[in-house]
């Protein structure tokens, strides 16, 4: 299949394509130097942008929290009703939507590439039977290993190498991408209806700390070589004052980066930049980590904006559902998965008239405002915890124009509005900085060599939107823009087009990649003692445990080779 996507204008970042008018060629799913007219199928993006096909670094699609978010919420499901087509299944939408549906939504974005969070280990097989039928797009899943006994014990142990082995094995065994790390310790305690509240807090039976869990899974994911960073959600999120405990985490890690390698990844960084003591006096701590991030190259982050409305929250942060159900009280979901990880699910609704939630919607944007390298902070909703994926178009609004920024600002409640910093920055994001916050900074802090960007050998995923650089001033105009990033003119997978203008037109069904490190044999994870051990840890055989790889549909492995 030979495609050439004529006359663009190009964005990407990776090879310093700054709207470059071009024709881009593909040939076999991959981005060739030349294909001939004549032999191509041709895509004429004259007056349109085209950029590498989206990435979402952390978006809950598959697995037992999002499951038990479509359980828990019907009404989620009534207002938003899927038909089926010719081409495509029916379903349900808004904030949990059904595996189908998610994958069509993203792919009408233009999004070819999502990453989904938090799978608990022994979930991992229910989770890759959830990405199995969501088409359209590439996934991966992030394996919870932060609160897992055989990683605490091994770390408390200093057994840093041991511990690889078996984090190893544990990628291996749930056809994982990524160290999850939630609240290191407070699901530990969680367990017994505890938490932890500081980076320094000892876990009872364990005899160590969130900041030496943090600390060594960090220095494992290093011996490893896993092209990702540790993925953390940090203690105290969704907690007035929790910028401090978030400052702590960066600090506590800079000293294990060598050169400008970013060695963590803190997700949704938004629940995790309050200041104040209580909710009344809870403010912006954005400006504080904006300047941490400014100083140092150690961290990337992202977002994790608010949109007002509806939506369902859900975390394997235990404790802090459990917080939102009692602050709420609205229905709430516990699950707690063995030894392994806990979890809840809470439905929630974003206001402009609460002058937290309002604070919240202010921070996001922020953070992504006041962070001036584009290439550390990425576009995520955290979805669906601050709303669901179907946003975006709104947030690339608000990061792109101040006008629309100031519309939203003028409706939200008066106390906010007097605590944001928003009307001090006049910083509006270009497509080129657009192009790095949603695909290739995404694709570079994971790792994934052939995703966002469009140079030679790159997969042939892209995205064309119906908007004219040269023409649009985005500041004034973000209505046009909103509405071309919504349904994007062109989404093309593998080398096909498979969404036009808001349709799908054709249904592929995309790879689900994984890591499968190589360790040294002295590292040795397999010993007699973790095969005793499972039985007293786990309800599952050790035979039991490890996922095949023909269980996924379509697998794409990456090998990286520990150092020995
Ligand atoms: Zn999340």
Same mark, same amino acid.
């Given at each position: 299949?030979?495609?050439?996507?004529?006359?663009?204008?190009?964005?990407? !970042?990776?090879?310093?394509?700054?709207?470059?008018?071009?024709?881009?060629?593909?040939?076999?799913?991959?981005?060739?130097?030349?294909? =001939?007219?004549?032999?191509?199928?041709?895509?004429?993006?004259?007056?349109?942008?085209?950029?590498?096909?989206?990435?979402?670094?952390?978006?809950?699609?598959?697995?037992?929290?999002?499951?038990?978010? &479509?359980?828990?919420?019907?009404?989620? /499901?009534?207002?938003?009703?899927?038909?089926?087509?010719?081409?495509?299944? =029916?379903?349900?939408?808004?904030?949990?939507?059904?595996?189908?549906?998610?994958?069509?939504?993203?792919?009408?974005?233009?999004?070819?590439?999502?990453?989904?969070?938090?799978?608990?280990?022994?979930?991992?097989?229910?989770? $890759?039977?959830?990405?199995?039928?969501?088409?359209?797009?590439?996934?991966?899943?992030?394996?919870?290993?932060?609160?897992?006994?055989?990683?605490?014990?091994?770390?408390?142990?200093?057994?840093? @190498?041991?511990?690889?082995?078996?984090?190893?094995?544990?990628?291996?065994?749930?056809?994982?991408?990524?160290?999850?790390?939630?609240?290191?310790?407070?699901?530990?305690?969680?367990?017994?209806?505890?938490?932890? /509240?500081?980076?320094?807090?000892?876990?009872?039976?364990?005899?160590?700390?969130?900041?030496?869990?943090?600390?060594?899974?960090? &220095?494992? %994911?290093?011996?490893?070589?896993?092209?990702?960073?540790?993925?953390?959600?940090?203690?105290?999120?969704?907690?007035?004052?929790?910028? =401090?405990?978030?400052?702590?985490?960066?600090?506590?890690?800079?000293?294990?980066?060598?050169?400008?390698?970013?060695?963590?990844?803190?997700?949704?960084?938004?629940?995790?930049?309050?200041?104040?003591?209580?909710?009344?006096?809870?403010?912006?701590?954005?400006?504080?980590?904006?300047?941490?991030?400014?100083?140092?190259? $150690?961290?990337?982050?992202?977002?994790?904006?608010?949109?007002?409305?509806?939506?369902?929250?859900?975390?394997?942060?235990? !404790?802090?559902?459990?917080?939102?159900?009692?602050?709420?009280? %609205?229905?709430?979901?516990?699950?707690?998965?063995?030894?392994?990880?806990?979890?809840?699910?809470?439905?929630?609704?974003?206001?402009?008239?609460?002058?937290?939630?309002?604070?919240?919607?202010?921070?996001?944007?922020?953070?992504?405002?006041?962070?001036?390298? !584009?290439?550390?902070?990425?576009?995520?909703?955290? /979805?669906?915890?601050?709303?669901?994926?179907?946003?975006?178009?709104?947030?690339?609004?608000?990061?792109?124009?101040?006008?629309?920024?100031?519309?939203?600002? =003028?409706?939200?409640?008066?106390?906010?509005?007097?605590?944001?910093?928003? !009307?001090?920055?006049?910083?509006?994001?270009?497509?080129?900085?657009?192009?790095?916050?949603?695909?290739?900074?995404?694709?570079?802090?994971?790792?994934?060599?052939?995703?966002?960007?469009?140079?030679?050998?790159?997969?042939?995923?892209?995205?064309?939107?119906?908007?004219?650089?040269?023409?649009?001033?985005?500041?004034?105009?973000?209505?046009?823009?909103?509405?071309?990033?919504?349904?994007?003119?062109?989404?093309?997978?593998?080398?096909?087009?498979?969404?036009?203008?808001? @349709?799908?037109?054709?249904?592929?069904?995309?790879?689900?990649?994984?890591?499968?490190?190589?360790?040294?044999?002295?590292?040795?994870?397999?010993?007699?003692?973790?095969?005793?051990?499972?039985?007293?840890?786990?309800?599952?055989?050790?035979?039991?445990?490890?996922?095949? @790889? %023909?269980?996924?549909?379509?697998?794409?492995?990456?090998?990286?080779?520990?150092?020995?």
């Amino acid at each position: 299949m030979k495609l050439l996507i004529k006359n663009g204008s190009v964005y990407d !970042p990776i090879n310093s394509l700054k709207g470059d008018r071009m024709d881009i060629a593909v040939n076999e799913g991959k981005i060739v130097d030349q294909v =001939s007219e004549e032999e191509a199928e041709v895509v004429d993006a004259s007056g349109m942008i085209v950029m590498p096909g989206g990435v979402d670094i952390h978006s809950h699609i598959a697995g037992p929290d999002v499951n038990l978010g &479509r359980l828990l919420r019907p009404e989620d /499901h009534y207002r938003d009703v899927v038909t089926k087509t010719r081409l495509t299944r =029916s379903g349900v939408g808004h904030s949990v939507p059904s595996t189908f549906v998610t994958g069509y939504r993203y792919s009408t974005m233009g999004y070819t590439t999502v990453v989904t969070p938090s799978m608990p280990p022994l979930e991992a097989r229910h989770t $890759h039977e959830e990405l199995n039928d969501t088409p359209m797009i590439d996934k991966a899943a992030f394996p919870l290993l932060g609160d897992w006994w055989f990683v605490l014990e091994y770390l408390r142990d200093k057994k840093f @190498e041991e511990c690889a082995a078996h984090v190893a094995w544990m990628m291996r065994a749930t056809k994982g991408y990524a160290i999850k790390i939630v609240n290191p310790g407070g699901l530990e305690r969680w367990g017994f209806g505890g938490n932890v /509240h500081t980076i320094r807090d000892e876990v009872p039976g364990f005899n160590i700390t969130p900041r030496e869990i943090i600390r060594g899974l960090c &220095r494992v %994911n290093s011996l490893l070589h896993m092209p990702h960073t540790i993925h953390l959600h940090t203690n105290n999120l969704g907690k007035p004052g929790n910028y =401090s405990t978030t400052l702590d985490t960066l600090k506590c890690l800079r000293n294990l980066a060598t050169g400008d390698k970013p060695v963590v990844h803190i997700t949704h960084c938004q629940f995790s930049s309050f200041t104040g003591s209580d909710w009344m006096n809870m403010g912006t701590g954005a400006d504080i980590i904006a300047r941490y991030l400014n100083q140092h190259t $150690h961290a990337t982050i992202d977002m994790g904006q608010v949109l007002f409305g509806d939506t369902t929250t859900m975390t394997a942060d235990g !404790p802090f559902q459990y917080d939102l159900y009692t602050l709420t009280g %609205n229905k709430w979901m516990n699950h707690d998965v063995e030894t392994e990880t806990s979890g809840g699910v809470v439905p929630f609704r974003y206001k402009r008239t609460s002058p937290v939630h309002a604070m919240q919607w202010s921070i996001g944007l922020e953070l992504a405002l006041l962070i001036d390298d !584009p290439w550390k902070v990425y576009m995520t909703t955290d /979805h669906p915890n601050a709303g669901p994926f179907t946003g975006y178009p709104r947030i690339i609004a608000w990061l792109m124009s101040q006008k629309a920024r100031e519309k939203t600002m =003028s409706k939200i409640h008066r106390k906010a509005r007097r605590k944001s910093l928003l !009307p001090s920055i006049d910083r509006e994001y270009g497509f080129y900085d657009i192009a790095i916050a949603t695909r290739a900074g995404q694709a570079r802090a994971l790792g994934l060599r052939d995703k966002g960007h469009l140079g030679i050998g790159a997969d042939a995923d892209i995205a064309v939107y119906d908007v004219d650089p040269e023409k649009i001033d985005a500041s004034r105009d973000y209505r046009k823009v909103r509405r071309a990033f919504r349904n994007a003119a062109y989404t093309i997978k593998d080398g096909y087009i498979v969404a036009k203008s808001g @349709e799908i037109v054709q249904s592929r069904l995309g790879r689900t990649i994984w890591v499968d490190p190589t360790v040294s044999p002295e590292w040795s994870d397999t010993s007699d003692d973790m095969r005793n051990r499972f039985k007293d840890y786990w309800t599952i055989e050790y035979e039991n445990y490890p996922i095949k @790889e %023909n269980f996924l549909e379509r697998s794409e492995t990456i090998r990286v080779r520990a150092e020995v």
